[in-house]
């Protein structure tokens, strides 16, 4: 089976595509071993670039634990990367069928391979029973959690995946590593959730850290970002447009309106290839 090594600013993926070999039969348990870092190749998780009826391809992502989720904004720009670079589709503007929905995104093209990548993410969504949270408000804003005697607020929303973005004033002093799982896992939200710290530097830039449901600490999440901008103006604490700042380098997001998608840009990084014995 062949495969590509690549990463939207450390969020790394093992990609494989179906355009031209067969699909995995159990892509689940593949991507367990396939991520592990020490017998596989090493990854936060597996994507699938498939054949689309409805866009240019399909993605399909699975955790390093083999879970399947629903979106991912650092995969899906490589993705566009990978269908463009590999002549799938030579265009500058492609649509990718993803869990959430047809995303479309805007390539920026630089010596004949893409560079960079902007992603309309879709709107947030903020009903309580699609996020899906357990918590009070339509969205949750800041509410108070007590976790592992730490006392938290917490705002809960949905880019397609369930986020929980957590205000501090020093995030790289968060105990992530014992916080993220018992936030991730905790009884507030049904299919586990996303969780990010965030620390404000000005109302146009953040500094965040990740917890990613299946896969733990990662160096960046793309939807997760979507998520800090969308809860920096429910709170108040950030502008529309802002540039946020992860362990594996920086996203741009604008969310021009409340009834209007987040877009993302960023970069996309193709690593190497392979081939994996079946």
């Known amino acids: 089976m062949q495969f590509t090594k690549m990463h939207g600013i450390g969020n790394d993926y093992v990609y494989v595509s179906t355009f031209d070999q067969r699909p995995p039969a159990d892509p689940a348990k593949l991507a367990v071993v396939m991520s592990d870092r020490h017998y596989g190749i090493g990854a936060d998780g597996l994507i699938l670039i498939m054949p689309s009826e409805h866009a240019d391809a399909r993605m399909r992502m699975f955790n390093a634990d083999g879970s399947e989720g629903e979106m991912c904004g650092n995969g899906v720009r490589c993705v566009a990367k990978y269908v463009y670079d590999h002549d799938l589709a030579r265009k500058s503007r492609l649509t990718i069928e993803t869990g959430r929905g047809v995303l479309e995104l805007e390539l920026e093209i630089e010596g004949g391979t893409v560079r960079r990548v902007r992603v309309n993410m879709g709107t947030p969504i903020f009903d309580p029973a699609r996020i899906p949270t357990l918590l009070p408000g339509e969205p949750p804003i800041d509410v108070p959690m007590n976790v592992d005697g730490h006392q938290l ?53 953040v500094r965040m850290r990740t917890w990613e449901r299946g896969s733990g600490i990662t160096l960046a999440c793309g939807t997760g970002a979507c998520a800090v901008c969308v809860a920096g103006v429910l709170t108040g604490r950030t502008g529309r447009t ?23 840009t960023g970069p996309a990084t193709e690593v190497f290839s392979g081939e994996w014995p079946e």
């Not at 946020?244 to 741009?252: N, R, S, V």
Request: aromatic content about 6%; charged content about 20%.
């Open 242 to 264: 802002i540039r946020a700042h992860l362990p594996g380098g920086d996203l741009e997001l604008d969310w021009p309106d409340d009834h209007a998608p987040v877009f993302m």
């Open 153 to 205: 607020v917490v705002t809960a929303v949905s880019m397609g995946n369930p986020h929980a973005v957590i205000y501090l004033e020093d995030a790289a002093a968060c105990p992530l590593e014992t916080l993220g799982p018992r936030i991730e896992h905790h009884p507030s939200f049904p299919k586990r959730v996303n969780v990010h710290v965030v620390q404000v530097l000005s109302p146009s830039e």
